[in-house]
């Protein structure tokens, strides 16, 4: 315990009509409480020019009239505290009340009448404090309140919107994204429009799980749909046309569907089958391009390390569009485009990169597709240097 003032408020004597304001009546019951304050670089020097200890922290003791026990905070193990702290000012041209949880702080040692009148303004703004505290729940429940009802209308009021999957809806709680972040609806708890919430999401998200169930049960029906027309349209073919080596493993149910699709793409497309086919192997062909030149003739380039990036082409040179005029008059129901690679080297980005041009032809018959890439002389086996960098 700090040393208590002197002789502002610690001596007391029969002097005591020294002291500012009222005294308490002769007989007045009292009860010894404790103060507590701080003073300032100016009060602690006027507390050692009037012999005090000059500290910061003060702390003294005072009778107070037991009219006035409401400025009094009794803690538990019997000492009586003025209600200096926390204390409660206005601040700001609002004239908000604030609470400060720290002693209050004086320029000079008071009086015991200041530091009652002190107590007595602070437990009069404590009561504004308590019922603008309310004022302000009330306000921020009611805009909550608010908010809460428009994101509900907008909800039920829009058939598109969903609830968020995880946690998954329920006949009485929901979660929906907001602009101001995740907001919870509860059947029990909210109402008007908001209690409608989570049903509506629960059945909407069921009613998304069946059209979910409903576009897996049509694709696969739709997948077998179109295996069975693979199926037949390889079957006729091969009694038409294929090897009597193909027909008995047809009939034994072994045939694989890549030879028959691979034998109708070569006969589809046998009118150009002079034009040298592309075949995909990128990376050997990357490697012997690099090998050309000095500074990689030792490179080796895997399948992993091959990066291709492609695009159709939609300028031609002239020995590209004669190779296009090629297999559109050999095949008519072909579509024919130009097609562009470019080869890196990923483990060496700064690596020479081949361009490579081709012709790409597909037809469909039924649910198959017939494709021949070829390559145009001068763009497949030269593989002239890409002068930029790879195209997207």
Same mark, same amino acid.
């Given at each position: &315990?700090?040393?208590?003032?002197?002789?502002?408020?610690?001596?007391?004597?029969?002097?005591?009509?020294?002291?500012?304001?009222?005294?308490? #009546?002769?007989?007045?019951?009292?009860?010894?409480?404790?103060?507590?304050?701080?003073?300032? @670089?100016?009060?602690? $020097?006027?507390?050692?020019?009037?012999?005090?200890?000059?500290?910061?922290?003060?702390?003294?003791?005072?009778?107070?009239?037991?009219?006035?026990?409401?400025?009094?905070?009794? @803690?538990?193990?019997?000492? !009586?505290?003025? $209600?200096?702290?926390?204390?409660?000012?206005?601040?700001?041209?609002?004239?908000?009340?604030?609470?400060?949880?720290?002693?209050?702080?004086?320029?000079?040692?008071?009086?015991?009448?200041?530091?009652?009148?002190?107590?007595?303004?602070?437990?009069?703004?404590?009561?504004?404090?308590?019922?603008?505290?309310?004022?302000?729940?009330?306000?921020?429940?009611?805009?909550?309140?608010?908010?809460?009802?428009?994101?509900?209308?907008?909800?039920?009021?829009?058939?598109?919107?969903?609830?968020?999957?995880?946690?998954?809806?329920?006949?009485?709680? /929901?979660? #929906?994204?907001?602009?101001?972040?995740? =907001?919870?609806?509860?059947?029990?708890?909210?109402?008007?429009?908001?209690?409608?919430?989570?049903?509506?999401?629960?059945?909407?998200?069921?009613?998304?799980?069946?059209?979910?169930?409903?576009?897996?049960?049509?694709?696969? !029906?739709?997948?077998?749909?179109?295996?069975?027309?693979?199926?037949?349209? +390889?079957?006729?073919?091969?009694?038409?046309?294929?090897?009597?080596?193909?027909?008995?493993?047809?009939? !034994?149910?072994?045939?694989?569907?890549? @030879?028959?699709?691979?034998? &109708?793409?070569?006969?589809?497309?046998? &009118?150009?089958?002079?034009?040298?086919?592309?075949?995909?192997?990128?990376?050997?062909? #990357?490697?012997?391009?690099?090998?050309? +030149?000095?500074?990689?003739?030792?490179?080796?380039?895997?399948?992993?390390?091959?990066?291709?990036?492609?695009?159709?082409?939609? @300028?031609?040179?002239?020995?590209?569009?004669?190779? =296009?005029?090629?297999?559109?008059?050999?095949?008519?129901?072909?579509?024919?485009?130009?097609?562009?690679?470019?080869?890196?080297?990923?483990?060496?980005?700064?690596?020479?990169?081949?361009?490579?041009?081709?012709?790409?032809?597909? =037809?469909?018959?039924?649910?198959?597709?017939?494709?021949?890439?070829? /390559?145009?002389?001068? &763009? /497949?086996?030269? =593989?002239?240097? /890409?002068?930029?960098?790879?195209?997207?």
């Amino acid at each position: &315990m700090d040393t208590a003032l002197h002789p502002a408020i610690a001596r007391r004597s029969d002097a005591a009509a020294n002291t500012s304001g009222p005294s308490p #009546l002769p007989g007045a019951q009292t009860v010894s409480v404790v103060a507590v304050y701080r003073l300032s @670089e100016a009060g602690r $020097k006027a507390s050692l020019l009037a012999g005090g200890n000059g500290r910061e922290r003060q702390q003294v003791a005072l009778d107070v009239p037991v009219t006035r026990l409401h400025l009094v905070h009794v @803690e538990p193990n019997g000492t !009586a505290r003025l $209600k200096l702290k926390p204390r409660f000012e206005l601040r700001g041209e609002s004239q908000r009340v604030v609470r400060v949880e720290e002693s209050p702080q004086y320029d000079a040692p008071p009086s015991t009448d200041a530091l009652l009148q002190d107590a007595a303004r602070s437990h009069q703004l404590e009561a504004t404090y308590q019922a603008q505290g309310v004022s302000q729940r009330s306000t921020r429940l009611e805009t909550s309140r608010t908010w809460r009802d428009e994101v509900a209308v907008a909800f039920l009021s829009d058939a598109n919107r969903r609830a968020i999957t995880h946690p998954s809806p329920t006949p009485r709680r /929901c979660v #929906l994204a907001t602009d101001r972040g995740r =907001m919870d609806f509860d059947a029990k708890r909210d109402r008007g429009a908001a209690r409608d919430v989570p049903l509506e999401a629960y059945r909407r998200f069921h009613a998304d799980l069946r059209a979910r169930r409903e576009r897996a049960q049509d694709d696969v !029906a739709t997948f077998h749909a179109a295996h069975a027309e693979k199926q037949r349209l +390889v079957g006729e073919w091969t009694t038409e046309h294929g090897t009597d080596d193909q027909r008995a493993r047809l009939a !034994a149910g072994v045939l694989p569907l890549e @030879e028959i699709v691979e034998a &109708m793409t070569a006969q589809a497309f046998a &009118m150009v089958a002079h034009l040298p086919a592309y075949g995909r192997d990128g990376a050997a062909r #990357l490697q012997a391009h690099l090998r050309n +030149v000095p500074a990689y003739a030792d490179a080796v380039v895997s399948a992993s390390a091959l990066a291709v990036t492609t695009r159709y082409l939609t @300028e031609a040179s002239s020995a590209q569009w004669a190779v =296009m005029q090629q297999v559109k008059a050999a095949v008519p129901d072909a579509q024919v485009f130009l097609r562009e690679r470019v080869l890196s080297w990923t483990a060496d980005p700064k690596a020479p990169r081949p361009r490579i041009v081709t012709v790409l032809g597909f =037809m469909k018959v039924g649910p198959l597709t017939l494709r021949r890439e070829f /390559c145009i002389p001068d &763009m /497949c086996s030269a =593989m002239p240097e /890409c002068d930029g960098g790879p195209e997207n």
